[in-house]
């Protein structure tokens, strides 16, 4: 054989074999939080509860400017501390941290884990607060749009903005959050100016391999209306809504190698998984989707794997400017594509206990151990088996 088309096959051989091999990696994170502040009420109700509109006498409450005079009237005629959490239900816990300039309290959170995700060749957070310095505040959560930044240099690459707090800045926080994180290199997914531009998906290319990314939400606090959600001629999040996610996988399956799926879903504070999410998350993975991230309990769930496809149920938090006693260690999920195949599901365990979750960190020692531990047992019930092997839970996918 000629050697110039001998040295033609041996190139074109290896050229197919590497890009055969290549393999592209995403990291996953949960629910990421810097607003770092405890609000107390601005207004006090002479009701039991502050979510409920009657007095137990049967006549619509009172509402009172947040004041010493209005909280000794409560205190005096009522027996009840409004500023108390049991009364209004902020029971956050400060992290109690003082910082010198804006850039060293917003890179704060991530200098210990920011290596991992950066590591990664595709970084995906939950952004649980709005990103703005002039929408007014209606809800838990608003940070400063420098956070983007931060979130940047961090190595994140892909953010949902799909979850309960989407409008806690209102709609003109909703569209700057998305604004200043695009205006960063950052894709945002999840919500949009009408409901065309929120289902759009992202697709990222790495080495050949291409990846959609889309995010929904079960609702936008006060999730007892729909006034959260996207509309063809109102800015929003993206429903949780089976027909649309279906909709959505069939425009951009012929387009890309792999389909992820956000959703922020589940109950708060729960680690059983609903019967009916699993047979939700059935349903997308046989419409074509192949991974689904879930946030939203706050707590880590065990995962599964579904006919060959990744169903992370819960990450937990990731980054948080408050705590609470019953938040656990949580976990990043790393994933690795091939061109024909998802090969395997890493489960990284990472800090998130009290003041841990405000600069988490990789686990190690038995204190992985432990954490891993727990995340197999949940696993086994949903037919999946975590590999434990230094500090890091394995699952190898087959199919």
């Known amino acids: 054989m000629n050697k110039f088309i001998y040295g033609i096959i041996l190139t074109t051989f290896f050229t197919i074999h590497s890009i055969s091999a290549q393999e592209v990696t995403l990291i996953a994170g949960g629910d990421v939080e810097w607003s770092r502040m405890i ?32 909280k000794s009237h409560m205190i005096n005629t009522y027996g009840v501390d409004p500023d108390s959490p049991k009364k209004h239900h902020i029971k956050s816990i400060p992290l109690n941290l003082e910082f010198s300039t804006v850039e060293e309290e917003y890179a704060h959170p991530f200098l210990k884990i920011a290596p991992i995700l950066k590591k990664a060749d595709i970084a995906f957070i939950n952004l649980e607060t709005p990103l703005s310095d002039t ?46 994180l695009l205006a960063n ?12 531009d929120a289902r759009k998906p992202v697709i990222i290319e790495k080495d050949n391999i291409k990846i959609a990314f ?30 649309l996610i279906k909709e959505d996988i069939k425009r951009v399956r012929q387009q890309v190698d792999y389909i992820v799926l956000s959703f922020h879903w589940g109950l708060e504070n729960k680690q059983e998984i609903h019967p009916a999410s ?11 989707a192949d991974v689904i991230l879930g ?28 705590t609470h006693t019953n938040w656990k260690d949580n976990f990043l999920a790393r994933i690795t594509f091939s061109k024909k195949k998802i090969c395997k599901l890493e489960i990284v365990p990472v800090a998130g206990k009290m003041q841990d979750i405000g600069q988490p960190f990789v686990l190690d020692g038995d204190r992985a151990k432990e954490f891993l531990e727990e995340i197999k047992t949940q696993s086994e019930p949903l037919n999946t088996t975590l590999t434990i092997k230094k500090n890091i839970g394995t699952v190898r996918i087959k199919k």
């Open 39 to 70: 609000n107390k009420p601005k207004y006090y109700y002479d009701s039991d509860k502050a979510s409920e509109k009657m007095r137990k006498d049967g006549w619509r409450r009172l509402s009172f400017i947040a004041s010493d005079e209005s």
């Open 185 to 196: 290199k950052i894709e945002v997914i999840g919500t949009g100016f009408n409901l065309e």
């Open 295 to 322: 946030h939203h309990p706050h707590v880590p769930r065990g995962i599964e794997i579904y006919n060959g496809k990744p169903i992370v149920y819960s990450m937990g938090n990731l980054i948080f400017g408050h």
């Open 278 to 288: 699993i047979e939700f998350a059935h349903d997308m993975i046989d419409s074509g």
């Open 135 to 180: 929408a007014r505040q209606i809800g838990a959560f608003k940070t400063s749009t420098a956070f983007a930044k931060a979130i940047k240099d961090a190595g994140v690459d892909v953010v949902s903005t799909a979850n309960n707090h989407s409008l806690d800045a209102e709609g003109v926080g909703l569209i700057e959050t998305k604004e200043v």
């Open 214 to 243: 889309l995010a929904y939400t079960y609702g936008v606090n006060p999730t007892r209306t729909d006034i959260g959600f996207a509309f063809h001629n109102r800015s929003g999040a993206m429903p949780l809504d089976p027909f």
